[in-house]
């Protein structure tokens, strides 16, 4: 499977953030989509995923209640938006695959996945 990831770029400090990542090659119905992210000078981090069969949501403690996944466009196409960005959620944002995920544990292991976009930049600035 093939990941286009976009919508990223430069936002202020609480306005509005929506990145969407559409994938092709494959017809996605069992597993997970994710998104991911990595700031200058740390490792990749679980930011959010959703699982396609159940529409079930995971989020890190650090985009919880700030950050909203889900799935649109018959399981192709994922989309990760905020309204509330912070300076510290500036980091290149990655989605990816995964085939057989349905738990928390799971979905936020970079090690689940097998497909992964090619990621976009997100500066918020304060």
């Not at 929506?18 to 994938?23: D, G, I, Q, V």
């Not at 950050?67 to 989605?95: H, M, W």
């Amino acid at each position: 499977v093939q990941l286009q990831a976009s919508g990223g770029g430069l936002v202020q400090a609480g306005g509005s953030l929506r990145l969407s990542c559409a994938a092709s090659g494959r017809t996605l119905s069992n597993g997970a989509m994710g998104w991911f992210r990595q700031a200058p000078g740390k490792e990749r981090e679980f930011a959010a995923a959703v699982i396609w069969s159940t529409g079930t949501t995971y989020y890190a403690n650090s985009v919880k209640d700030r950050f909203t996944i889900a799935g649109v466009s018959a399981r192709s196409t994922v989309v990760l938006r905020t309204s509330s960005p912070k300076p510290e959620d500036t980091a290149v944002y990655y989605c990816a695959v995964s085939g057989d995920c349905s738990t928390h544990e799971c979905v936020a292991a970079t090690r689940s996945y097998d497909s992964w976009g090619q990621g976009t930049q997100v500066t918020v600035s304060s």
